[in-house]
T-cell receptor
């Protein structure tokens, strides 16, 4: 997984609760992204970052916040969880040298 | 709008029975077409990146090819361990690193 670590692996939330999915990398990659994967929908980009202090929205950003205070960490925050946010979340880094994206192992989130 | 369509949705093969998976795409200025393999409960694993029509890449029993409108992932003499979901994605011209558009995937099952 190219040094991409996601925590937690599994989480159950109640509607309205907040939480943060953590993503850390140890390879000093500038570009990091968050995707969600839903049955029949494929992987969809939530937010991405091109470096510390710089973030931007992807295809499905509503309900999520991100920040990038360091190169190593790119947390994804759910401010008020909704059942529609039940999904599998993947953090990814872009390896410029290899010119491809490498994904973490995923975080399974259920909102009840 | 960039679009990626994969077919078939699911494919069942007998061990040794060669076949191909299809990825049709519509994108403004292709900057790369990517193939990934995903095992249940895991993050997508990078396989190939293709950049221009006519390009081919191989890895063990897999060969990826690219035309101006589609890509094929050819599987020669598959084994049960090739069973997985295969994902196709594109990066459009003018987009930042880390912004890929994914297809819905093809679920491949290889029976012994």
């Amino acid at each position: 997984n190219a040094g991409v670590t996601q925590t937690p692996k599994f989480q159950v939330l109640k509607t309205g609760q907040s939480m943060t999915l953590q993503c850390a990398q140890d390879m000093n990659h500038e570009y990091m992204s968050w995707y969600r994967q839903d049955p029949g929908m494929g992987l969809r980009l939530i937010h991405y970052s091109v470096g510390a202090g710089i973030t931007d929205q992807g295809e499905v950003p509503n309900g999520y916040n991100v920040s990038r205070s360091t190169t190593e960490d790119f947390p994804l925050r759910l401010l008020s969880a909704a059942p529609s946010q039940t999904s599998v979340y993947f953090c990814a880094i872009w390896d410029i040298a290899g010119n491809t994206i490498y994904f973490g192992e995923g975080s399974w989130l259920t909102v009840v | 709008e960039d679009q990626v369509t994969q077919s078939p949705e699911a494919l069942r093969l007998q061990e040794g029975e060669s076949s191909s998976l299809n990825c049709s795409y519509t994108v403004s200025g292709l900057r790369g077409l990517f193939w990934y393999r995903q095992d249940p409960g895991k993050g997508p694993e990078f396989l190939f990146t293709l950049y221009s029509a006519g390009e081919e890449k191989e890895k063990e029993r897999l060969k990826a090819t690219l035309t101006k409108k589609e890509s094929f992932l050819h599987i020669t003499a598959p084994k049960p361990e090739d069973s997985a979901t295969y994902l196709c994605a594109v990066r459009a011209g003018g987009t930042s690193y880390g912004k890929l558009t994914f297809g819905q995937g093809t679920i491949l099952t290889v029976h012994p």
